[in-house]
Nanobody
Framework: QVQLVESGGGLVQAGGSLRLSCAASGSGFSANAMGWYRHAPGKQREMVATITSGGSTRYRDSVKGRFTISIDNAKNTVYLQMNSLKPEDTAVYYC??????????WGQGTQVTVSS
């Protein structure tokens, strides 16, 4: 069984920064890709950023230049550095980890609230 544990969410003023972390653990598990989605009330879940074990990244347009995703393959841990936060970034952020085959695992979610 693979478990993902997230940390780093919280309340911050607009223009501030937060760093999210997500560690995946499980016997023999090695992530091929990890990333972050978010879900705001009244909106659909949306991809925020993804990264492969080789370091290839992808971001949604609205966070480019403000968010940076990184991965520590040895620790199966993904990070999301969020700078210049805006109220529209407010959401529950979920990390995921994809291993071999079609298995995708999800974290429990961490709340990010940006006040104006």
């Amino acid at each position: 069984q693979v478990q993902l544990v997230e940390s780093g969410g919280g309340l911050v003023q607009a223009g501030g920064s937060l760093r999210l972390s997500c560690a995946a653990s499980g016997s023999g598990f090695s992530a091929n890709a990890m990333g972050w989605y978010r879900h705001a009330p009244g909106k659909q879940r949306e991809m925020v950023a993804t990264i492969t074990s080789g370091g290839s990244t992808r971001y949604r347009d609205s966070v480019k230049g403000r968010f940076t995703i990184s991965i520590d393959n040895a620790k199966n841990t993904v990070y999301l550095q969020m700078n210049s936060l805006k109220p529209e970034d407010t959401a529950v952020y979920y990390c995921y980890a994809a291993g071999g085959g079609l298995n995708v695992y999800w974290g429990q979610g961490t709340q990010v609230t940006v006040s104006s």
